[in-house]
């Protein structure tokens, strides 16, 4: 699959608060960002654009109603080529990608479509019985044996906790985190606790998002990441505003706060429905 008209390339011209590009020695990054200073969303954004490589993953932790989804919906435009795991009944944020962003659903992966002519997918097999689990683990593994093997897709599970602990794919999973990045395929995974975190998610994901939590199992399950002491983004954590994120780069040890825009919107219009 070709990436030539993907987005990655995006050159970005950086403001007078310039945030450090992949060529700045990683010490200097570490430095500039000791305290996680607070980055605006419109000069994070398109830094991350340009820094989320092919390949690399991503991890999205943090309580339910802080904005992860919102976060996750920011985050689909940047890669051209997105596939999306649909896990619940109903769902509004997939039936939005649907109707408004150009995804077509299917109820099981599409074998010999050209992914130019069809790059966004919702994959999303029927939930609503309470035997379903057995189908969707069905679907889901053999979805996931496909797109490993088309590679140059990035998979978006918005449940990875049912995706793993409930469907029982947790070997598909950290085989994406340890071996995809080799094929181009970028895992993006969101998680409600970090306590439901498995390790290797926090070793093979470069770029990291957690919300604030102030429960201490949770904080305690904080590790170091990328020179960041685990004392350190557990302070972090516990003091972030309301749908503020923390964003680590592991490779790097690049640390920041932002906030998506219209994040409270998002989330109170969700929940009204």
């Known amino acids: 699959m070709s990436t030539a008209e993907s987005p990655w390339a995006i050159t970005w011209t950086r403001q007078q608060r310039s945030l450090p590009t992949p060529n700045d020695d990683t010490r200097r990054m570490a430095q500039f960002s000791t305290n996680a200073p607070r980055i ?5 954004q398109p830094w991350l654009v340009a820094n989320w490589k092919a390949g690399e993953h991503v991890s999205l932790i943090g309580p339910t109603g802080l904005g992860k989804t919102t976060m996750l919906m920011n985050m689909l435009p940047m890669h051209p080529f997105v596939t999306v795991f649909a896990t619940k009944p109903r769902d509004k944020t997939m039936d939005a990608l649907i109707e408004h ?3 077509v659903r299917f109820d099981r992966w599409p074998n010999g479509l ?6 966004r997918r919702v994959i999303w097999p029927d939930a609503t019985r309470l035997d379903s689990a057995a189908v969707q683990k069905e679907v889901f593994q053999d979805a996931f044996a ?3 093997r088309e590679g140059g897709w990035t998979l978006a599970l918005d449940e990875t906790w049912y995706v793993d602990d409930i469907l029982g794919l947790g070997k598909e999973i950290k085989t994406y985190l340890l071996q995809a990045r080799s094929l181009d395929i970028s895992l993006v995974s969101a998680f409600q606790r970090p306590a439901w975190v498995p390790r290797e998610l926090y070793s093979s994901s470069t770029h990291l998002m957690f919300w604030r939590t102030n429960d201490e199992t949770d904080l305690r399950s904080l590790s ?6 685990a004392q350190l983004i557990r302070d972090v954590v516990s003091d972030l505003d309301l749908y503020q994120v923390l964003y680590i780069n ?4 690049f640390m920041c706060r932002t906030k998506c825009p219209n994040v409270a919107y998002a989330d ?3 929940s009204r429905k």
């Open 114 to 119: 050209d992914p130019v002519q069809f790059p």
């Open 250 to 253: 592991s490779r790097t040890g």
């Open 40 to 44: 605006p969303w419109n000069e994070f």
């Open 146 to 148: 496909k797109v490993y």
């Open 268 to 270: 109170e219009r969700r």
């Open 101 to 103: 962003d150009g995804y």
């Open 224 to 229: 170091g990441i990328g020179f960041r002491s």
